[in-house]
């Protein structure tokens, strides 16, 4: 995936059967429609979780604040080093919070972790690395100067940049912003994102169906995938396949929204409308045939200041079509570097037949194969099968070339989780 990329990505010859463009070629394609939101606001600690830094952040403090001990044990001053069967005297009690009191020569004062050294001490021993003998402490083992201590400054320094505008916040970002103590952040406006489903054939939940209907569930996925992205976002219904409604709705979104997505007319069907639908919002775009399974056709282009999206109507499709394409263009949006899918390898436990050419994602689960973990794809090339995804751990990656693929082979596994998604 290539939210943020530059340059046109090289296609390799094997990556582009058919005349079909790779999917890094596909994602810059889609990104190079979307322009950073420019818009940001002040939010507090608390509401920064999934939000992205708009401007860039330097240290207020160092540190630790202060010189304190990684251990519970007594502080010393160790100097020149002090060697095993050392016995000195103990001096005092400094708890974590304590101000504690500066360390008499030649004594050791017990001390726990996080509690600030001691005036005169330069090292913290264990309390497993001493002996306890009628109110002194003996070493059991060599104490040098600086062991055990966590030094001010060490970890963040005072003015040190921390972090860039486009980073992503999550705990681990607030919990070294918290030691800061900042309380207030600038975050970009959340992405606003509008969908809608294409189709004679759908209706809403709640709607009578009729011999030929069945209920939409793209748009209720994508309205799903576009909250876990942490964007705001805008239920556009279902719309007819009539190229001047869907038009008309197409316009509205774009009027709202950075990016509008639909699903369904995508490819070459005579009622495949997404192009058309496109044109007469006075948006602009190209269809894109990408080496990819499921998800070959998607529209992508621009209405007024909005990007469009036009994903494949199969549901594995579209789902496997926003990962990629619409990961691409929400870190364009949001001015971040988009990150690969996270995967690991892992073996296949079952033999898998397939035509070599495009790369091909698939529901799977994660199965315990000779106490190893392996994954079996569930619901064999079913794109419109909505139950081996609900039932699946996470998508398998399979690559252009790898063809046909026996048991124990390797593949790529990307994990469903919290916020999966971009
Ligand atoms: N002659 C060709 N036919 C098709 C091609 C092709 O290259 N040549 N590509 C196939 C592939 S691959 C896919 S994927 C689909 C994509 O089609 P569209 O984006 O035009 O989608 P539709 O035809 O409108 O719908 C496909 C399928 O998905 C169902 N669908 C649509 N929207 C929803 C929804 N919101 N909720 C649930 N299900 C939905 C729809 O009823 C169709 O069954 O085209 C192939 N054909
Ligand atoms: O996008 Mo289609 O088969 O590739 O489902």
Not at 245 to 270: K, N
Request: charged residues 20%; hydrophobic residues 40%; aromatic residues 4%.
């Amino acid at each position: 995936m290539s939210g943020m990329v530059t340059q046109p990505v090289k296609v390799h010859p094997c990556d582009a059967p058919d005349g079909l463009i790779s999917i890094e070629q596909a994602c810059f394609q889609a990104a190079a429609y979307a322009s950073v939101i420019k818009e940001h606001e002040e939010v507090s600690l608390g509401d920064a979780l999934g939000r992205t830094l708009a401007l860039p952040i330097r240290s207020v403090m160092p540190l630790p604040p202060f010189d304190q001990s990684a251990m519970d044990g007594y502080a010393l001053e160790a100097g020149g080093g002090l060697p095993s069967g050392t016995a000195l005297t103990i001096a005092g009690r400094i708890a974590a919070g304590d101000r504690g009191q500066p360390l008499p020569k030649g004594s050791a004062s017990r001390i726990l972790t996080g509690a600030r050294l001691p005036h005169g001490a330069d090292a913290v021993v264990m309390q497993e690395n001493v002996a306890n003998v009628g109110g002194r402490i003996v070493l059991t083992r060599m104490v040098r100067s600086g062991d055990n201590i966590r030094r001010r400054g060490e970890d963040v320094e005072p003015g040190e940049g921390l972090f860039q505008p486009g980073e992503r916040i999550d705990a681990r970002h607030i919990a070294l912003l918290a030691a800061q103590g900042l309380e207030r952040i600038s975050v970009r406006r959340k992405v606003r994102i509008g969908i809608l489903s294409t189709g004679n054939e759908l209706r809403l939940q709640g709607e009578q169906l009729t011999e030929v209907s069945f209920f939409d569930s793209n748009r209720p996925m994508l309205l799903a995938l576009a909250h876990q992205a942490g964007a705001d976002v805008l239920d556009g219904g279902v719309i007819r396949d009539d190229p001047q409604l869907i038009a008309e709705a197409l316009s509205e979104l774009a009027r709202h929204c950075d990016l509008v997505v639909t699903t369904g007319g995508a490819s070459v069907g005579d009622e495949d409308h997404s192009m058309v639908s496109l044109a007469r919002a006075n948006g602009r775009g190209e269809t894109l045939k990408i080496a990819l399974k499921p998800g070959k056709p998607a529209v992508v282009g621009v209405i007024g200041r909005a990007t469009y999206l036009g994903l494949p109507g199969n549901p594995v499709a579209a789902l496997v079509s926003w990962l990629l394409l619409g990961s691409a263009v929400l870190a364009a949006l949001d001015g971040r570097r988009s990150r690969p899918l996270p995967g690991m390898r892992l073996p296949m436990i079952h033999a898998f037949n397939r035509r070599a050419g495009r790369t091909e994602f698939a529901p799977a689960r994660i199965v315990h194969g000779n106490g190893n973990l392996a994954v079996e794809i569930l619901g064999r090339g079913g794109s419109a099968r909505l139950k081996p995804l609900a039932a699946a751990d996470g998508l398998v990656r399979i690559e252009p070339l790898h063809a046909p693929i026996a048991e124990g082979d390797e593949v790529m596994f990307h994990p469903f989780r919290d916020g999966f998604s971009v």
